[in-house]
């Protein structure tokens, strides 16, 4: 059942609960025909582990905010906590919601291994916004999914702003992306959900030849393909990557905050 703003398809999306990325970016990411309802999943444990475990632990509950809205897929855009649960645990969840809301359930980390795969990539680099644990916690991620991390770059964290990663800059994440050595890469990932990352894809989306994508753009990717019944290829990301569609999106609200004098 189509609604009027999205004939092609609805996606739910679950978003953590101070992410300032997420819907922004998938405002210029999703194409006409594709329309998003947000739900925040929101924990009140101090500890980022926990906090973050606790989003896939509730699964269930975040998607009740979806109620009878026809979605066509729901896309969880968060990646720590899959880091920190594991392949197998997140699989697990992923199959749970799939059955339970009758809808493909996406996530930011199996939709960026899905991205790898379309690209037979094999040796990959990484941009990281995050503290070291979760740095570490991703490279296990990867590993465990059989990727050879060559290259790892950091950002850098917005520690007195209200929050480390989601206060980065366009400007400090493509710095980090420059820093990243891509000789011998298969690709480039910018990892969290809520570095802000499709200004330095729009600039650099080859980096000494290397494919670059972020965590945001794999799940948008991979949920239109979804709700699109169009099968994940190496073709159709490269489209992505190179900002077919959506980068004309993206400079044109650029533009506009230009013209009207707010901040970029």
């Known amino acids: 059942m189509a609604v009027e703003y999205a004939p092609r398809g609805l ?12 819907e922004p970016e998938l405002m210029a990411l999703l194409p006409p025909g594709i329309a998003m309802v947000n739900a925040r999943m929101t924990s009140g444990k101090p500890d980022i582990v926990a906090r973050l475990l606790d989003y896939l632990a509730s699964l269930d509950v ?12 729901i896309a969880f855009a968060c ?18 919601i799939s059955a339970g809301r009758r809808v ?17 990539a094999r040796r990959i680099g990484l941009v990281s916004p995050y503290p070291d644990d979760l740095t570490r916690a991703g490279i296990r991620y990867w590993k465990e999914l059989g990727f050879d ?9 917005q520690g007195k702003a ?15 992306l420059m820093a990243v ?7 480039i990932v910018m990892l969290g959900t809520g570095m802000p990352t499709l200004a330095p894809i729009l600039r650099t989306p080859f980096h000494g030849g290397v494919p670059v994508f972020s965590c945001m753009l794999a799940l948008a990717w991979r949920s239109v393909c979804t709700l699109d019944g169009v099968a994940p290829g190496r073709e159709n990301l490269l489209a992505w990557v190179r900002g077919e569609g959506w980068g004309e999106r993206l400079q044109g609200r ?11």
């Open 79 to 96: 990646t720590g906590a899959s880091y920190y649960a594991g392949v197998a645990e997140e699989a697990a969840a992923v199959d749970r």
């Open 181 to 187: 050595d891509s000789a011998g890469l298969d690709a």
């Open 11 to 22: 996606l739910g999306v679950l978003t953590p609960q101070a992410n300032t990325t997420v």
């Open 62 to 73: 975040w998607t009740t905010q979806f109620a009878n809205a026809p979605v066509g897929a």
């Open 149 to 157: 991390v060559a290259a790892v770059s950091g950002s850098v964290l």
């Open 162 to 176: 209200f929050h480390p990663i989601y206060a980065m800059s366009g400007d400090g994440a493509h710095a980090a």
């Open 104 to 120: 493909p359930f996406v996530t930011a980390g199996q939709a960026v291994r899905d991205a790898f795969h379309a690209l037979g």
């Open 254 to 264: 650029i533009a506009t905050a230009e013209r009207v004098g707010w901040p970029t």
